[in-house]
């Protein structure tokens, strides 16, 4: 069998000089020479722990130098990955934890004092480990007293690497199961189209439980050999002063939103980038225009998803950047926009884009039928994205054909959360929609449909005294579903809007109330 192991394909491309710094991080730094001895350790640590290849290891801590550790001991000893956002509830993460049935799990030192470990040992996870963003916690500890691991385990392209969750439109989050070919095959296409050039500096201040974040960011730097300026976390005024010191930055859009409103962001600071990339929700025209008014730059807006990686991208040489345009199929990448049987549009229309490639997932752990749902018979993965393709193959995302927010780059199904609040005293029925919102791009809206008596004020008949206000229904949520996903208005109303069939209107309701945030 070839090997195809991810951590293999980094070892070849290193920079000769061991002490090359990777990640200069907010704590600690960490050059690529130390990189086998160090994630050997965590392997070892991890083997003593009974993890074999194709072993789960669901990870739920802070971003870190020692996070990335831990993923790179993942890959090296074929284990799969299975990051989780820290925001997530213990409900959310118990649900993750039957559902991925890892080995082991590694969580916050802080979570652990609560009570994560009787969490895993009631959901059959055999060890719970801590890990700390300070560089503490049982894992490191332990690994530290232990002779690192050497070898790196065989893998074949279709071993898998990581499993992502994506949250479902039944409200059940899925499972995407990507494989250590669909990793090297995108890294290695992304680091091509996008000139990565010997001394180039990755600015990372995205979280590193998405795609983004832990995949396209840091995959694109490893296998340059790069230099990582690892931030815990986006501020922007931490970026305009480490921005002269990088030559790369990715980001959401929420991301660019915020550079623009900071003060000393202009020209000086970005003249020695050569590349912005936007991705994870639309870039609005008017944001990549001031960007390019202030700095001279066009933002690089790319296209991408859990179960696909990177699908599109504008060019990053010879070709125009378009606002409202993710650019073109990456190479190795085959799309089509479709309609509803899967037959393709002329160009032009308006249609779900479907694709190949060997950057598409595996399927859905444990959901044969939810996989087999999303896939035509000719092979096709169908996105779920609406979107157009002109007559040069250029294609623009236009909107969504599942019911999805994304807020902040964060993806938020509104059934889960209709689900939820349906749940609450003084619920009769609720509706979830997103509304465009400055800063995060689209936020998470409830529409309420309070029992006879749920309103806060007025004409209360006392039926049922419980009040439906924002603040109830964020002491409500508060520990169901992170904080993200919770509605940051609530809007009482009467009743739904609802067409002939019952289905609820939610596009009439987007279209009441779309100047809510301004
Ligand atoms: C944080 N909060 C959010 C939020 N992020 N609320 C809605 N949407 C979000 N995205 C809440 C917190 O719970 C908190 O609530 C308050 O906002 C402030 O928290 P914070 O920690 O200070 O957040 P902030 O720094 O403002 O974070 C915003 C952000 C961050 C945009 C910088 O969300 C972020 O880094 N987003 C990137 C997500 C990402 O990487 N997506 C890629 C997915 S992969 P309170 O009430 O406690 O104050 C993918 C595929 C692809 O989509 O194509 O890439
Ligand atoms: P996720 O499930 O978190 O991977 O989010 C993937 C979704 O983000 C896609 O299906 C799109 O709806 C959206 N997305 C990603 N990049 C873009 C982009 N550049 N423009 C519009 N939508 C995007």
């Not at 213990?90 to 609560?114: G, I, K, M, N, Q």
């Not at 503490?136 to 007293?145: F, N, R, V, Y």
């Amino acid at each position: 069998m070839l090997d195809q192991n991810l951590y293999r394909c980094f070892q070849d491309r290193r920079p000769a000089d061991p002490d090359a710094l990777f990640l200069r991080g907010d704590r600690r730094s960490l050059a690529y020479g130390d990189l086998d001895t160090e994630t050997g350790r965590y392997a070892t640590a991890l083997t003593a722990c009974g993890v074999s290849p194709g072993d789960r290891v669901v990870v739920q801590v802070g971003k870190s130098v020692e996070f990335v550790l831990l993923y790179l001991a993942c890959l090296r000893m074929g284990a799969v990955f299975v990051p989780l956002n820290p925001a997530y509830t213990r409900a959310e993460l118990a649900y993750f934890l039957c559902d991925a049935s890892p080995r082991v799990l590694v969580c916050d030192p802080a979570a652990a004092a609560h009570d994560l470990p009787a969490l895993a040992a009631e959901t059959g996870v055999a060890h719970c480990l801590t890990l700390g963003t300070d560089g503490g916690g049982s894992l490191p500890e332990a690994a530290a007293a232990l002779p690192p691991a050497t070898g790196v385990v065989n893998r074949g392209r279709d071993d898998l690497a990581a499993i992502l969750y994506t949250s479902g439109t039944t409200g059940r989050s899925k499972g995407a199961m990507i494989t250590h070919g669909n990793l090297i095959s995108n890294g290695l296409v992304l680091h091509e189209y996008w000139g990565w050039v010997p001394g180039d500096v990755l600015l990372h201040a995205l979280p590193v439980f998405h795609v983004h974040g832990l995949f396209v960011a840091l995959h694109c730097a490893l296998l340059n050999g790069s230099e990582v300026i690892f931030l815990d976390a986006f501020d922007p005024a931490r970026l305009v002063a480490e921005l002269p010191g990088a030559s790369v930055l990715m980001g959401v859009p929420t991301f660019y939103v915020r550079l623009l409103d900071t003060p000393g962001f202009d020209s000086s600071v970005s003249d020695g980038l050569r590349l912005f990339i936007s991705g994870s929700a639309p870039l609005l025209p008017e944001t990549f225009a001031q960007f390019a008014a202030l700095t001279g730059q066009p933002i690089l807006e790319r296209y991408g998803m859990t179960e696909a990686g990177m699908i599109t991208s504008n060019p990053y040489a010879g070709g125009e950047r378009i606002a409202g345009t993710v650019g073109f199929p990456l190479p190795g990448v085959s799309a089509r926009v479709a309609d509803t049987d899967g037959k393709a549009l002329p160009a032009g229309e308006i249609g779900i884009l479907e694709i190949t490639g060997s950057n598409v997932f595996a399927g859905y752990w444990n959901m044969p039928e939810k996989t087999a749902k999303e896939f035509r018979a000719d092979g096709h993965f169908i996105t779920g994205d609406m979107a157009t393709m002109a007559e040069d193959g250029r294609i623009a995302i236009v909107g969504r054909a599942k019911d999805l927010i994304i807020s902040g780059g964060l993806n938020v199904y509104p059934k889960e959360v209709e689900e939820q609040l349906d749940r609450m005293p003084g619920v009769r029925e609720s509706c979830v929609i997103g509304l465009p919102h400055p800063d995060l791009g689209e936020a998470v809206t409830a529409v309420i449909v309070p029992e006879a008596g749920g309103r806060a004020s007025g004409e209360s008949t006392g039926v049922n005294e419980a009040a439906i206000t924002a603040e109830s229904v964020a002491a409500f949520l508060g520990d169901r579903l992170a904080r993200f996903k919770q509605p940051r208005q609530v809007i009482l109303v009467d009743a739904l809007p609802r067409n002939a069939m019952g289905k609820v209107q939610k596009k009439a309701l987007r279209e009441d109330h779309t100047g809510l945030y301004g």
